[in-house]
């Protein structure tokens, strides 16, 4: 029998998690909205797509969260997109009591699943989740480490004209304008980029990095989808083929670099239960530093949530 991975959001983000899932062939995916023939209509195409391809998934769309039952993992793209004018705390209000609703019907009808977040803003929503589902923190966590990272990755690579391949990098931190790069930890060929782009150079990417989510709106008219699309699916795969994959997600911190009670994105070992473990990187007084402020925005954001989910 093969897994059942279930989406909550069936619009432009939702259905390339959906695209990418099936193209990996990790199981059957479940496309749930509350817009009546949206998730019907993209499952038609999909499964079109499939057939086209030679794909042993099928792909089903629903208005009722009950076709959930059963879900390996669960991923969340529902809520309001971010326009070119808001930050991703703009969002906080619209899209907590949206993740809230759909984290009671996750604990209702798929409590085993393992929950992954895209709604923005990404590590406040995961807190959410991981109040509302009354899951393990293990089993509740967000995606958009791999997004930002594939964004440094790409601008790195076109500046020192080699395969984003050859990169290695970690981040940390809020996913905003405060994530935290950490370029003297970035690897290429195994030397540091510090040593092969200059400072100013070096800054210049840092921001826009960070700056990179506003711009892609700016052009398309809408955020990113093709990527986010893709990241989720390579937790997703992670998880249902138990691969330990070292990837940077959103996760509830309980003493892990210094910090408690924040979701914050941290490297991770992600297999079939979830979150196994996180990667803890020796930091400098800077690059703590620079975390610590990072994770205090969240914090906040966090406790704001409260009172806004309390009203």
């Not at 909205?33 to 998730?39: C, E, N, R, S």
């Not at 509740?140 to 964004?151: C, E, I, N, T």
């Not at 100013?200 to 700016?218: D, H, L, P, Q, S």
Request: aromatic share 4%; glycine share 10%.
């Amino acid at each position: 029998m093969r897994p059942k991975i279930s989406i909550i959001g069936s619009g432009r983000v939702g259905s390339s998690v959906a695209l990418h899932v099936g193209m990996k062939s990790l199981g059957d995916v479940i496309l749930v909205d509350i817009v009546k023939g949206l998730p019907q209509g993209e499952a038609l195409d999909l499964n079109h797509m499939a057939a086209i391809l030679g794909l042993d998934v099928e792909f089903v769309g629903t208005n009722d969260y009950r076709d959930i039952e059963g879900s390996e993992v669960v991923v969340v793209t529902a809520g309001f997109i971010r326009k070119a004018d808001m930050t991703r705390m703009d969002l906080l209000s619209k899209n907590s009591s949206i993740i809230r609703e759909v984290s009671h019907k996750i604990r209702e009808h798929s409590p085993k699943s393992k929950v992954i977040i895209v709604t923005n803003p990404l590590d406040v929503m995961t807190y959410v989740a991981l109040k509302y589902t009354g899951f393990e923190r293990r089993r509740v966590m967000g995606f958009s480490g791999l997004l930002d990272l594939g964004r440094y990755k790409t601008l790195i690579a076109k500046e020192l004209t080699v395969s984003w391949n050859s990169i290695e990098a970690p981040i940390l931190g809020e996913h905003g304008d405060s994530m935290v790069l950490l370029p003297k930890k970035t690897l290429v060929g195994g030397r540091r980029i510090t040593e092969l782009i200059g400072r100013e150079k070096v800054e210049e990417i840092v921001r826009e990095t960070k700056g990179m989510g506003a711009k892609v709106i700016a052009l398309k008219g809408w955020s990113a989808s093709h990527a986010p699309g893709a990241g989720a699916a390579v937790m997703v795969d992670s998880i249902v083929r138990d691969k330990n994959l070292v990837v940077p997600l959103s996760y509830y911190l309980q003493g892990e670099y210094g910090l408690s009670g924040v979701c914050t994105v941290v490297p991770a070992v992600l297999g079939a239960d979830g979150v196994k473990r996180v990667i803890e990187i020796e930091l400098d007084p800077d690059e703590r530093a620079e975390l610590m402020n990072s994770a205090e925005k969240v914090r906040q954001a966090q406790e704001e949530v409260e009172r806004l989910l309390v009203e």
